[in-house]
């Protein structure tokens, strides 16, 4: 099975270790869109019934003569019923989609983002594609200084846009935050209940959405500046060993006696807390929920071991691919924002023992 990752560009730094094309510095979009791999478009074609095999004559030269050669014939075409297909070289991403579908170009995922921004204040510091390409996204940073909680730890805002040529899901656009000091990147919900930016169905026109996008840009900012507030209150409340203990127990629940997996997962996390590798530690943070938070962060971003399909082999790049793909659309995520939510609750000064009950 090929690996999630299939092409993209990063600029200064790789943020996920090693994946793509290592650039020294952002871009706009015409650059991006080379950089990353992703100047391929992609087209609808029909799909037919398997035909039936069937013995014609072809004149062959040095025979001199008719010659029988079995060939397949194309069957009937199949009604409303497409592939969606790379234009450079056939590739199939997707494999049904109906009538109703339509294709939004990598190209259109682009311009969507510029559209957004007056005045050139988007560039681009990752793209790619993933998944053979039947996934792609784009991370945009919105220029301007970036949030410094307590003073001492920056934190910059993004737009991220993802979109399928599979048909499993939506063109989407919403916000992310990006931990400078150790590059950790963390989805931001728009609202408690999980809408996290604009969806465009592959069933409409995705220009006629564009004024729709601006007014969540705006609510991205303000998402932004939400998630700032929230950055200072964790910054400010410096956590007991029992309130540490209670949350990775909330965080990775299980059952008496505990598995061994759960207890690894906890190890690690304490590990994170404990300074990890020693280079992302502000001293003035030790101990805060903010530095739990980061803990959190650090794992799903560089270090946890998502679950991989078992025709996959475990290697730490099988499993590097699966942690960027969780960190944006599976457990990783949902792992950030449960802590979130959490120390959050605990640092407003309320109970948070049932709050990750609700999710």
């Known amino acids: 099975m090929p690996n999630y990752f299939e092409s993209g560009f990063f600029a200064r730094e790789p943020a996920w270790h090693g994946l793509g094309t290592l650039i020294p510095r952002p871009v706009p979009s015409y650059e991006a869109l080379e950089l990353s791999g992703l100047d391929w478009d992609v087209e609808l074609q029909s799909k037919f019934l398997e035909g039936e095999e069937k013995m014609l004559y072809e004149w062959d030269e040095e025979a001199e003569d008719h010659v029988p050669v079995l060939v397949k014939t194309l069957g009937q075409r199949v009604p409303k019923d497409f592939s969606v297909v790379r234009k450079t070289d056939g590739h199939i991403l997707g494999r049904s989609v109906g009538a109703v579908y339509s294709t939004i170009q990598n190209t ?3 311009k969507f983002l510029d559209s957004l921004v007056d005045d050139d204040l988007i560039l681009y510091e990752a793209a790619g594609s993933l998944k053979g390409g039947s996934k792609v ?3 945009a940073r919105i220029e301007g200084e970036p949030y410094r909680v307590k003073g001492v730890d920056d934190v910059v805002p993004y737009l991220l846009a ?3 040529h599979d048909g499993q899901s939506s063109f989407r656009v919403f916000p992310t935050a990006v931990r400078v000091v150790c590059a950790n990147t963390l989805s931001l919900a728009l609202s408690q209940r999980g809408d996290r930016g604009i969806s465009i169905r592959h069933s409409g026109d995705i220009n006629r959405k564009i004024d729709e996008a601006k007014m969540v840009f705006g609510e991205a900012q303000k998402r932004f500046e939400q998630f700032c507030r929230q ?5 400010q409340r410096t956590l007991t060993g029992e309130e540490l203990e209670t949350f990775v127990n909330a965080l990775y629940p299980s059952k008496e006696p505990v598995s061994r997996k759960v207890d690894a997962n906890r190890e690690q996390f ?3 807390f404990a300074g990890g590798d020693g280079e992302h530690t502000i001293t003035a943070l ?3 929920a903010w530095d739990a938070f980061n803990a959190v962060t650090r794992l799903t971003n560089h270090v946890r071991r998502p679950k991989i399909s078992k025709d996959q082999t475990k290697t730490e790049e099988v499993y590097r691919d699966a942690r960027f793909d969780g960190l944006f659309f599976g457990s990783g995520n949902e792992l950030n924002q449960k802590a979130l939510l959490y120390l959050t609750t605990l640092a407003s000064g309320k109970d ?3 709050i990750l009950a609700t999710l």
């Open 286 to 288: 030790e101990g805060t």
């Open 162 to 164: 993802t979109n399928s």
């Open 231 to 235: 950055a200072e209150l964790l910054a």
């Open 352 to 354: 948070p023992s049932n």
């Open 270 to 272: 304490y590990e994170e």
């Open 137 to 139: 996204w784009m991370l």
């Open 108 to 110: 259109e995922g682009f």
